[in-house]
């Protein structure tokens, strides 16, 4: 099990226990204030607590601040991140306006000259070179409290780590960890990383990688997941629930972020759906159901619709909506209130592993669990 630091970023708490995070990254033109701001509203009203903006180029980077201004006056406090590719300019600009830059090795300091056989003299020498250059976004990022993302791409690897490593789980690790060594010699540490691939089995690989990296020197940083250009619809939810999935039950991962090719607010009910699904943040009750067979006698599906929108609120609880008795209870064990088919048209009712109440007609069985469940005192008005 993986235990990261905590660190700050803005007024959130992030890593070293804290509850795992849920990003997003806007989409609008930076230079657009408006509907930049209204997009983070929406964003921050549907669950995301830190919102990244893209700051290509000097001009947006500064732009930032006129966002960061209207969002306040509309009491929004959220973290903002300025996403960085190929401009250490703009990085500077932007770490003195938001909570933290987020920086791609591949193209961040790296020089693409078409070289890729290195003597380890030539290596070394490069990787200080990198150092020099990162220095002074280092020292602005001290100075304003800034936090740092160093999020490794598949895609985009320099030539150095190409040439050596190629386009590997390994080279994005260690890409990665040259960055984490350069931050470390200069005493800076509010450090997140990320390894970003839209090949899931690289995504995942490659973060275990950093990691089993991090602990041989020593390093706790927190860890970024997402399996970038997942695409839409079931695809997307489907990959990014595989990767992000996989390494939560690692227990490796800070905060998450969902990229769908759609409006960036549908990520955060997917993301808060994978963290439930895994156990690491509750967010809404939870539900066992069977999917039936031939000794089911009562229509499970409109019943389990039903319990979903009277009890879905409620936040912890959860819920067996089993087909019959021959699995349903031994299946739905570790459940608060259980729903069983018992007959044709019955139902009967339990709480954790007692039967309270039995044979009740499928009309009035919903009702009659949730006057069970106020019963027992684990009921919650909705919002």
């Known amino acids: 099990m993986y235990k990261s630091r905590q660190i700050e970023i803005g007024n959130l708490t992030f890593g070293g226990g804290a509850p795992v995070r849920v990003q997003s990254m806007t989409n609008t033109p930076t230079l657009d204030t408006m509907k930049t701001v209204d997009q983070t ?26 966002i960061k201004n209207e969002l306040l006056k509309r009491n929004c406090n959220v973290p903002l991140v300025a996403d960085i590719h190929f401009n250490p300019a703009a990085a500077e600009i932007a770490a003195k306006i938001v909570d933290k830059v987020r920086v791609n090795p ?87 990383f990320s390894m970003k691939a839209s090949n899931v089995k690289v995504m995942v690989d490659s973060t275990r990688r950093f990691v089993e990296k991090m602990q041989e020197l020593g390093m706790d940083y927190p860890i970024h997941l997402g399996v970038t250009e997942a695409g839409d619809g079931d695809q997307g939810r489907l990959k990014s629930a595989a990767g992000i999935g996989a390494l939560l039950l690692d227990g490796i991962g800070d905060t998450i972020r969902v990229s769908l090719t759609e409006d960036p607010v549908a990520e955060i009910p997917v993301a808060y759906d994978i963290l439930q699904a895994v156990g690491a943040r509750i967010s809404k009750a939870e539900y066992i159901a069977c999917p039936s067979c031939g ?70 069985a919903v009702e009659e669990l949730v006057n069970l469940i106020k019963e027992n005192g684990d009921w919650t008005d909705p919002r």
């Open 295 to 364: 000794r089911t006698q009562y229509d499970i599906q409109t019943a389990l619709h039903a319990i979903q929108a009277r009890t879905q609120h409620l936040k912890g609880l959860k819920i067996g909506v089993m087909g019959c008795i021959v699995n349903g209870p031994g299946e739905m064990a570790d459940a608060h209130y259980g729903y069983v088919g018992s007959g044709i048209g019955t139902i009967t009712l339990y709480k954790g592993k007692e039967v309270v109440r039995r044979n009740i007609p499928q009309e009035n």
């Open 106 to 192: 591949g193209n961040f300091t790296d020089r693409n000259t078409g070289k890729v056989d290195y003597t380890e003299q030539e290596y070394n020498d490069e990787l200080k070179r990198i150092a020099e250059r990162m220095q002074s976004l280092i020292e602005v990022c001290k100075q304003h409290g800034t936090a740092m993302r160093i999020g490794t791409n598949h895609g985009s690897l320099s030539e150095r780590i190409m040439g050596r490593y190629g386009n590997t789980a390994e080279g994005m690790a260690q890409s990665a960890i040259e960055f984490a060594e350069v931050c470390r010699q200069q005493d800076y540490h509010k450090l997140v």
């Open 41 to 66: 509203l929406r964003l921050v009203e549907a669950g995301c607590e830190m919102v990244r903006i893209t700051a290509s180029d000097s001009k947006s980077a500064e732009n930032l601040y006129n």
